[in-house]
C-alpha cells in the first residue's frame, strides 16, 4: 500500500514537499509517479521517475518548478513542489507501475497498477 504524505495549504509562491512510501512493498521495483485532481477536474499525471532513477518525466506546467526523486535506501519518492501556483491546488496521488512509460501522453490513470491515498495541496492566491 502506498501512503502519500506532506500536503498542507500555503501561499502562492511558496514550495511543499510530497512524500510517498510503501507499506508491504518496496517501491524500489517500480516505476513511481504522482498524479494530480483538481476539484471538478479528471486525475492528470504531473511526474514520474524510472525504476533505476535514470529518467523523469514531467507535465509541461511544473517542469519548470517540480522535481519528482526517490530514494530507494529509504524506500520513499518525492515530490519537491517550488514556486507553486493557484492552479496547482489539487489532490496529489503517488502511483506505481510495473513497466516505465517514455512519453508523457502514455502515463493516463489507467496505466498505474497501484495507487495511494491522496494528499490535499491547497494553494491561496
Known amino acids: 500500500q502506498l501512503q502519500a504524505s506532506g500536503g498542507g495549504l500555503v501561499q502562492t509562491g511558496e514550495s511543499l514537499r510530497l512524500s510517498c512510501t510503501a507499506s508491504?512493498?518496496?517501491?524500489?521495483?517500480?516505476?513511481m509517479a504522482w498524479f494530480r485532481q483538481a476539484p471538478g477536474k479528471e486525475r492528470e499525471f504531473v511526474a514520474a521517475?524510472?525504476?533505476?532513477?535514470?529518467?523523469?518525466l514531467y507535465l509541461e506546467s511544473v517542469k519548470d518548478r517540480f522535481t519528482i526523486s526517490r530514494d530507494n535506501a529509504k524506500n520513499m519518492v518525492y515530490l519537491q513542489m517550488n514556486n507553486l501556483k493557484f492552479e496547482d491546488t489539487a489532490v496529489y496521488y503517488c502511483a506505481a507501475r510495473n513497466n516505465w512509460l517514455v512519453g508523457v501522453s502514455t502515463w493516463s490513470s489507467s496505466a498505474v497498477d497501484y495507487w495511494g491515498q491522496g494528499t490535499l495541496v491547497t494553494v491561496s492566491s
Open positions: 521517475i524510472r525504476q533505476s532513477m535514470s529518467k523523469t
Open positions: 508491504g512493498r518496496h517501491v524500489t521495483t517500480y516505476n
